[in-house]
């Protein structure tokens, strides 16, 4: 196995605001290696969001971080954002949500990817012209040349998520954080935008972190999950033994309400709605909407268990069912 | 964590959550209490009659007779202004009102309906606010006469047409929300949806309004008074007290900036509520 | 052309309709009392219905409508009643009093305003912030006629630096006679190389500049603050900051700008709240523009004097307004 690419430990933010400090991740843990592309899955609020942008430093001057981190086995300062950007710029890549809101309506393409790709590599702005054209050309953007000359207004959201995705690519990242990068385009326009993502990881060696609440998409273009719930990752396996095998009664549960092409069975939807930040139940976070909740999970942190299929936290595992611990 | 989660329900929802630790919101409410209560106790606060004329006292600097001094006419100045507080409190009540009760309807129904009526609504409205501020209201006092009434007819005015477009925009989105369509299509009437349905959604921006209205509304009536057509002797308006006093103020420019700092002070106060208002009532706004 | 500019030109000539509209209305109300100062206190029946005729009030309301708005098209806004001049020639002669002051205002407003608001988004809720907030607030409540008499209290009548109110010094005006180019008067004097006057235009300038300015800067200071606040917030500005662009580059290249776009519409509902705000101005100083005509007017019922007044202010604001859209248009790629 190779060693990871990015590794994270105990990762901790909190947003102080006028009266406190709401804790939103309480010790994350994952890792990521060069080519894999790794899903991170969790309702909004699940501190899904903020993980990224604590990884890449990009978390407001409000934010109370903590934890260890490793990227290329050189050691990170996470709690500085400001420090952490600079190991990280160029070597690691975002793209974000809303390709159209991603860039100012004010400014073409073009400049906007000069300014990007010369401030990160301090090349001229003649070459980084270069690069930012051979980038289009990867992503198969049909008239490169015409696009870096149009505004943001202009184009599809397909088109403005290719752009995007070149900008990632530009500077030849090691890592690219996609966070929900289909979820605003059209069906079509996103199974080209997830092939794009797989293949250029694929050929290039580049690690992903994926964000999504979707797991039809996780199915199609992951290699592992990790699933993250009220701060906490409660799961992590690879794709295959996560969706046949969950363990966790929040996997479980959560590929329960995915819908099923061509089953007459109804999907079960998870009753209640994930926990605010502010106000987590005490005990396993998840046990006010789970079934099989014991005493032990409304009172104790479920601790995390190590098998050879992934990890999970949780007290009474679905693998417990069949009278068995994976 | 043992802090309540604070959960966005409705509108009021955390409001008062988000003004606590506002201290400027505070004072202002501390302040305007204060002017409040002068405006309503004036009678017993005042130390002399506020129109009594006395020539062997003119022009009196601030003493203990005379709190803050006397008026070209020997009249106190202390008690002029405090009786001044009821006529700035009442003209910026009541043009603020009047503004915020004709102005809605129009936006609602603009909104509301749509098409052509919205058209032309709107376009009306749009003409009232192509004049510059103050301009409108200084040349309907040409035409309706010059006085206190007259001044805040003038000023209602112009300040409607803000509150009709500002209603307008919040009626429009919510006409076209699910709950209204599906209203209209149980044959409510359209009377009956607007006031039940759509204003009650709709009114929050104006109330906004109001209150960041409130200030100026004072201070565009000072500054019709103090140009001589606004209120008119002997009314006891600070703008008007400002004007009167403008032949000597070089040497008696106390006459003049006592209730110059009364107007400033009420609109201050009033200005830090508007603030806190906004920030209670809209969470998005981060104007602050 | 673009649509979007024939769009805003055609509102623009429904909305001047409209404000003519407004002005006939105003001036239909007055009359009673201009007869009444044409002609004395006991009129004859004769005489009222001579000068009704001369003013064109015998005729239905529609037709006099069509007149008045031909009439003021072509320019006739009439005689005034007190000065027995064509209006228009009595506006002439004062507009560019009061465009000096108001642009000599617009311009420290925006150059102070801006600049502050922007620095109070980026450093918030630093001291610097609360301080600008601070004055913010003091200038929004404080009324302009006070802070004009506070100026002169201290400038003229304390210090006796500043010139108490008027647009010259008498004397000098005589001395130095400048030709009228501009119609702005420190303008003209140094084109003609006049030190001595353009000095004493200078001075008569500063303090109604201030009085004009204040309550607009605290406004502009205020929404720029809010404004730029807002464009640090968007997403674009977290993609700049992930690909390293150094936070010079994204505050000023990016945000300022995205800032800026709007708020050209402030400034020039800020041009028109100071073409409104002139009218007190120009009556504490004594400044011989339209405003202080205007007042004057007003107490005289010279009501073809107020009307040609408010009109010119009015339509002052109106293109304005117009030159903000093109301006718009010209920064904002989307209205291509």
């Known amino acids: 196995m190779t060693a990871p690419l990015l590794e994270i430990n105990d990762l901790r933010v909190g947003f102080r605001n006028r009266r406190a400090v709401v804790q939103v991740l309480h010790g994350v843990s994952l890792d990521i290696r060069p080519g894999e592309i790794v899903g991170l899955v969790g309702e909004s609020g699940s501190g899904k969001s903020t993980t990224p942008l604590a990884m890449l430093g990009l978390l407001p001057a409000n934010a109370v971080i903590g934890g260890q981190a490793r990227f290329e086995n050189r050691t990170l300062d996470i709690a500085n954002p400001a420090a952490t950007r600079k190991i990280l710029g160029g070597r690691a890549s975002l793209i974000f949500q809303q390709p159209l809101k991603a860039f100012s309506p004010y400014a073409t393409f073009g400049r906007q990817l000069v300014d990007a790709i010369s401030a990160q590599t301090g090349m001229s702005r003649t070459d980084a012209g270069k690069v930012a054209l051979a980038a289009l050309e990867d992503v198969q953007m049909p008239d490169p040349e015409g696009a870096m000359a149009r505004y943001p207004h202009q184009v599809s959201g397909g088109q403005a998520q290719r752009v995007m995705i070149a900008l990632a690519l530009s500077c030849n990242p090691k890592l690219l954080v996609a966070d929900e990068p289909t979820t605003a385009l059209d069906v079509t326009v996103q199974a080209q935008v997830l092939h794009l993502i797989r293949e250029l990881a694929k050929s290039r060696g580049i690690g992903v972190l994926f964000i999504t609440h979707d797991l039809g998409v996780v199915a199609e273009l992951c290699d592992r999950v990790v699933v993250l719930y009220a701060g906490r990752v409660c799961e992590t396996a690879p794709v295959a033994g996560l969706f046949h095998h969950p363990q966790h009664r929040y996997t479980r549960a959560l590929l329960g309400s995915m819908p099923h092409l061509g089953s007459a069975q109804a999907f079960e939807t998870i009753p209640g709605s994930a926990p605010s930040p502010a106000a987590l139940p005490s005990g396993c976070a998840f046990h006010p909407r789970c079934a099989a909740a014991t005493e032990r999970c409304r009172t104790e942190l479920p601790q995390m268990v190590t098998t050879e299929a992934g990890r999970f936290a949780c007290w009474n595992p679905v693998g417990s069912d069949k009278g068995r611990v994976v | 964590m043992s802090e309540a989660a604070v959960l966005p329900k409705g509108r009021f929802a955390g409001a008062f959550e988000r003004v606590r630790g506002n201290a400027a919101f505070f004072v202002g409410v501390v302040v305007f209490g204060l002017i409040i209560l002068v405006a309503v106790f004036a009678p017993l606060i005042a130390t002399h009659d506020p129109l009594k004329i006395d020539f062997t006292a003119k022009l009196a600097a601030p003493s203990t007779a005379h709190l803050f001094g006397t008026d070209e006419l020997g009249r106190d100045i202390f008690s002029r202004v405090v009786y001044g507080a009821r006529t700035s409190l009442t003209i910026g009540l009541i043009v603020t009102v009047l503004s915020a009760l004709i102005g809605t309807p129009f936006g609602l129904v603009a909104g509301y309906f749509g098409g052509r009526i919205e058209w032309a609504i709107m376009r009306m409205m749009d003409v009232f606010i192509a004049f510059p501020p103050l301009l409108l209201p200084i040349a309907i006092t040409a035409a309706v006469g010059q006085g206190l009434y007259e001044a805040m007819l003038a000023l209602t005015v112009s300040f409607f047409p803000w509150y009709a477009r500002i209603v307008h925009g919040e009626a429009k989105r919510i006409s076209g929300q699910l709950f209204v369509k599906s209203a209209r299509a149980q044959g409510f009437s359209n009377l009956r949806i607007m006031f039940r349905h759509v204003l009650p959604n709709a009114w929050i921006p104006a109330i906004i309004q109001a209150s960041m209205d409130f200030g100026y509304t004072i201070l565009a009536a000072a500054s019709l008074s103090f140009i001589g057509i606004g209120a008119k002797e002997p009314d006891l308006e600070w703008g008007l007290m400002v004007a009167l006093s403008r032949s000597k103020f070089l040497d008696y420019w106390w006459v003049a900036l006592v209730p110059g700092l009364a107007i400033f002070l009420t609109v201050f106060a009033v200005n830090l509520i508007g603030d806190g208002v906004n920030d209670m009532l809209d969470p998005k706004g981060d104007s602050k | ?336």
């Open chain 3, 1 to 336: 052309m673009s649509r979007y500019i024939l769009q805003r030109l055609g509102m623009l000539l429904l909305i001047l309709l409209g404000v003519l509209v407004i002005t006939f209305v105003i001036s239909r109300v007055l009359p009673g009392s201009a007869v009444e100062m044409m002609l004395g206190a006991r009129p004859t029946e004769e005489q009222i219905a001579a000068v009704r005729e001369q003013l064109g009030l015998d005729r239905s309301m529609p037709e006099q409508l069509l007149l008045y708005i031909g009439d003021t098209l072509r320019g006739e806004f009439g005689t005034s009643l007190l000065t027995k001049r064509p209006v228009l020639v009595e506006i002439a002669e004062r507009f560019p009093a009061t465009l000096e002051l108001v642009f000599f205002s617009l311009i420290l407003v925006v150059c102070a305003g801006i600049p502050m608001g922007v620095s109070a988004a980026l450093h918030k809720n630093s001291t610097s912030d609360y301080a600008a907030r601070s004055v913010s607030a003091l200038g929004a409540a404080m009324p302009t006629f006070i802070v004009a008499m506070i100026l002169q209290l201290v400038f003229s009548g304390w210090l006796g630096v500043l010139p108490l109110q008027g647009r010259i010094d008498g004397l000098i005006q005589l001395d130095y006679e400048f030709p009228t180019v501009t119609g702005f008067y420190t303008v003209d004097s140094l084109l003609a190389g006049q030190w001595a006057a353009f000095k004493s235009c200078l001075l008569h300038l500063i303090m109604p500049v201030l009085a004009l300015s204040l309550s607009a800067l605290a406004i502009i200071m205020r929404i720029t603050r809010g404004m730029m606040i807002e464009a640090l917030g968007e997403e674009f500005i977290m993609t700049l900051r992930a690909y390293g662009l150094s936070p010079r580059k994204v505050n000023y290249g990016y945000a300022l700008k995205a800032a800026l776009i709007p708020l050209l519409t402030v400034i020039g509902m800020t041009f028109g709240y100071m073409l409104g705000l002139s009218v007190v101005v120009e009556y504490v100083f004594d400044w011989p523009g339209i405003g202080g005509f205007m007042v004057g007017a007003i107490v005289r019922s010279d009501y073809p004097a107020v009307m040609g007044v408010t009109l010119v202010l009015a339509s002052s604001y109106l293109i304005a307004n117009l030159i903000v859209d093109l301006l718009h248009f010209a920064a904002d790629p989307r209205l291509r």
